[in-house]
């Protein structure tokens, strides 16, 4: 029966996964949406590597997150 069913926008399951070394819960499905949720995905000076493996930026909104993932960000910076 349809009343069952969760609401719209609620049905999202949360999944556990690790950003640099951090236990992390996220509704991200991918890459680029993990990346926004953390706030660096707009910054210029960003990359990312999932289960030891870098994903270049041009591919990360494809790049699907599994449960368990280990998510490794690296921000650039410069000075001395």
Do not use: F
């Not at 509704?27 to 660096?40: F, H, I, K, N, T």
């Amino acid at each position: 029966p349809l009343a069952s069913l969760p609401p719209a926008g609620q049905g999202r399951s949360h999944m556990r996964v690790t950003v640099n070394d951090e236990p992390k819960e996220t509704a991200a499905r991918s890459l680029a949406d993990l990346l926004a949720e953390l706030g660096v995905a707009q910054e210029p000076a960003v990359a990312a590597a999932v289960d030891e493996q870098v994903v270049p930026r041009s591919r990360w909104s494809a790049h699907p997150l599994a449960e368990g993932a280990r998510i490794l960000v690296i921000r650039a910076a410069q000075g001395g």
